[in-house]
């Protein structure tokens, strides 16, 4: 994607979560959704599913549990990360980000700006409406790694253009930062319980 489809996407999740936190870093939620776009890594590591979801999972262990050593907080680094890990499974579900796209580098620019500007009148019309609530119940970080994988390839197994693109970007992305939120504060949560003792 186009780094305006990624900002257009970040606000549209720091307009509709619940997470007041992320509302209030917002802005490095922003800078971190275009951040990928911006390394050097960029010209050689493809954002594709094969080469970097290993890289997702440990960015999204360390925003639900924290580094080895080091209180976790959520603070601007932690929602920078945060809009790097909604740009990396944007991109999984960006046609021209999967090997079976037969374009070549034109057409893989023609299509993110097909995308970009179907993205823009796509959030406005949803940003009209109610904002619905997302429901992320996952027991553990590896269920929502599975949930992740396993739409990526329902994906691949239909007929894909630019609307099925969408759907899977904001849906996607939408479950994972509220089960990011979700796991966070289980984790939290638990480690602040007391040991329950038997007499």
């Known amino acids: 994607m186009r780094k305006k489809s990624h900002i257009l996407l970040a606000r549209y999740i720091a307009k509709n979560t619940e997470d007041e936190e992320l509302k209030k870093h917002r802005l490095s939620f922003y800078i971190g959704s275009i951040l990928p776009d911006c390394k050097p890594s960029f010209v050689y590591k493809k954002h594709e599913i094969n080469g970097t979801f290993p890289d997702v999972k440990k960015m999204v262990n360390q925003l639900i549990f924290g580094k080895q050593q080091g209180k976790l907080t959520r603070k601007r680094r932690y929602y920078m990360n945060l809009g790097q890990v909604t740009h990396y499974v944007a991109d ?3 046609y021209p980000h999967n090997k079976i796209y037969p374009g070549n580098l034109k057409d893989h620019c023609s299509y993110e700006e097909q995308l970009k500007r179907s993205l823009k009148n796509y959030i406005m019309s949803r940003n009209m409406e109610a904002g619905e609530k997302v429901q992320a119940d996952f027991p553990d970080a590896e ?3 599975e949930y992740i994988l396993e739409r990526h ?3 691949l197994g239909r007929k894909i253009n630019i609307e099925t693109d969408i759907r ?3 849906a996607t992305n939408r479950m994972l930062v509220e089960a990011i939120a979700d796991l966070f504060y289980k984790t939290q949560h638990k480690e602040k319980m007391p040991l329950a003792v038997e007499y």
């Open 153 to 155: 390839k329902q994906y």
């Open 143 to 145: 269920a929502l790694y």
């Open 168 to 170: 899977n970007i904001v």
């Open 92 to 94: 999984y579900f960006t």
